[in-house]
């Protein structure tokens, strides 16, 4: 019966490619972790949360009113405006896993009249 004969400078660059491999790994999975760590500690930090939702309540807000005064129609205003009172109440709220679920929810509304303010523009409706 043959026996299956590697080299052994075959099997010896193998083993130092294997344990290049674990190496590159090992610093690897440490460096993504701290770096995801500190993205993490730094996106969920609430001042983030807080300056982000004022900025577009800001902007949503104009963009709302001007689409209503431009087109007329203000039920697309008022949609966007209960979704930007959400958002305001989701600043209120302490910075535990219920502000995101206000925040969410307040978007998709502000999301909602924004698309029908644009809708409303471009087919006047």
């Given amino acids: 019966m043959p026996q299956l004969s590697i080299p052994t400078t075959r099997l010896d660059r193998i083993a130092m490619g294997l344990s290049g491999l674990c190496a590159v790994h090992c610093v690897a ?3 993504l972790l701290g770096l995801l760590a500190s993205a993490g500690g730094f996106l969920g930090s609430p001042i983030i949360h807080e300056v982000g939702l004022t900025l577009a309540m800001i902007i949503g807000t104009y963009a709302l ?10 039920m697309q205003s008022a949609i966007g405006a209960l979704g930007l009172g959400v958002m305001a109440g989701a600043l209120s709220l302490p910075h535990d896993g219920r502000e995101p679920i206000y925040t969410v929810i307040g978007v998709m509304i502000v999301a909602l009249g924004h698309r029908l303010n644009a809708m409303a523009a471009e087919n006047g409706f």
């Fill in 65 to 74: 009113v001007r689409g209503a005064l431009d087109h007329g129609f203000f």
């Fill in 29 to 31: 999975t440490a460096v």
